[in-house]
């Protein structure tokens, strides 16, 4: 039976390339000479930081450009309201959200058995399988998904014949 996978991750290799980008910019930037400015990565945390709050929500909107630029969705991502204030830095830290969580996962496949399309989907760790008799089902179902209104970045992956 012909299935695919849904899944949302991040490719950690354009998220780091994607930073690197924004550092380099930030250092020809007219703005930010003089400046301590950074951005850095660890693991899937974003760390933005520099000397005024206007300059951090200028790292951001950079950062969010590059990671456009790269394919990378900041849509599942999380970041505190407040700036965080210490010493003459402000900073504030973008936390990449990957893998489906059991309430978004249900939420998908209550989605797909409410479209009424001819398929099955069934809730596999942090990712949901969709099978069907039909090719031509999946592909509806990727595409109904693409229009839904989901927080996360999906992709759709493994798909067998």
């Given at each position: 039976m012909p299935s695919f996978d849904i899944v949302s991750e991040i490719d950690t290799v354009e998220l780091k390339n994607a930073v690197d980008n924004a550092n380099r910019e930030?250092?020809?930037?007219?703005?930010?000479?003089?400046v301590d400015a950074r951005i850095e990565l660890k693991e899937l945390v974003v760390t933005l930081a520099s000397e005024s709050d206007f300059q951090v929500q200028q790292l951001h909107d950079i950062?969010?450009?590059?990671c456009a630029k790269r394919s990378l969705s900041l849509a599942g991502s999380e970041?505190?309201?407040e700036l965080n204030h210490s010493g003459k830095t402000y900073s504030t830290t973008v936390t990449l959200k990957q893998g489906i969580d059991q309430f978004l996962a249900k939420k998908i496949v209550k989605l797909i058995k409410d479209s009424k399309l001819k398929v099955q989907s069934s809730i596999q760790g942090d990712k949901v399988r969709v099978?069907?008799?039909?090719?031509?089902?999946?592909?509806?179902?990727?595409?109904m998904l693409r229009q839904a209104d989901i927080e996360l970045p999906l992709q759709f992956e493994n798909f067998r014949d």
């Open positions: 930030l250092t020809t930037r007219f703005d930010f000479r003089g950062f969010a450009n590059h970041s505190p309201d099978t069907g008799k039909k090719r031509d089902d999946l592909q509806q179902t990727m595409a």
